[in-house]
């Protein structure tokens, strides 16, 4: 076992995990203005810990809630990861696999109103790897503590590998969080996590329904629902997110900010519901965290995620409001 600094306890006392099967050196340029067929001058380069559940765990660190970062790592990039994220205090227990962790590049204009994003696809993972990595799920996993699985699958993991692992962590009497897209968000959901995230076009993936209006988005979450996750959030980008765990549906919608780099927002958002959950707030409440976490995120330069003041000072901004039913 690879673990680094030990896991990371929430204040009740569960522990929380993140884990990222295709982690990502994130590395942003920033240039006057988008242009193509001609050389772009890059200024105020930057380099940030990559892959959407390490975002999570910055975020929970942020809030004051230490984590444990699980992941499929390669390399020298791996190396980087690793050290980035135990100087922000985040622990580590990865898989080291053959083969050298991707690099995703962002070229974000200097106005920050527009910005490409190109994403390598990683290493592929042999199957002996993919297995040590279910293992030390099942060796660390304890009932009451949560996780966030998150992002998308390297080249060789199938798609019913997601099941596998929420399925390894609901036996072990642990909660978590699913959020990832295709068909591994659909064979993940089929076993049964607490909470799962798609936005609007994945759960139109999902079930076949529309999704252009609340309440057709609320139906879609309600047949996601059926297909086993506890609770459904479905993010809408600048319009908010739609969440229900039951019957009723609730629309969360947060401050105007100005956008630094939208990029990471939305694990910002699972890494301040994750926050809320474990700490025993009811969906509606862990949702205003997550709200403000996002909104907190979206104003930030490269994928910094927004500080723990900024996101209180953003939750009074944060409106809740329910879904008129139509079911």
Known sequence: MDARMGAGHD????????????PAVDRELTVPALAFDTVLRASEPRVDVGGKGFNVSRMLMALGAPSTALALAGGHNGRILQDGLEALGIGTDFVWVPGETR??????????????????PGPAIEPERQEALLRKIAALVRPGDWWALSG????????????????????????????????????????????????????????????????EVA?????VARLGPAQVVVSLGKEGSLFTGGAQAWVARGPVVREGNPIGAGDAMVGGLLWGLSQGLPLAGAMRWATACGAATA??????????ALVESLLPEVCVTPVPSSL
């Open 103 to 120: 690099v995703n590049v962002s070229v974000v204009t200097a106005a920050r109103d527009r910005y490409l994003k190109v994403n390598e």
């Open 299 to 308: 104003g930030q330069a490269g994928t910094t995620v927004g500080p723990r």
């Open 219 to 223: 139906a879609a979450a309600h047949a």
């Open 11 to 22: 204040m009740e006392g569960h522990r929380i995990y993140t884990v990222t099967l295709n």
């Open 152 to 215: 998308s699958l390297p080249p060789g993991v199938p798609p019913e590998f997601c099941a596998r692992v929420v399925g390894a962590i609901r036996e072990g009497g642990a909660h978590v969080i699913l959020d990832t897209s295709g068909e591994a968000l659909g064979c993940g959901c089929r076993s049964g996590p607490d909470v799962v995230k798609p936005n609007a076009e994945e759960a139109h993936a999902l079930t076949g329904l529309p999704v252009g209006s609340l309440a």
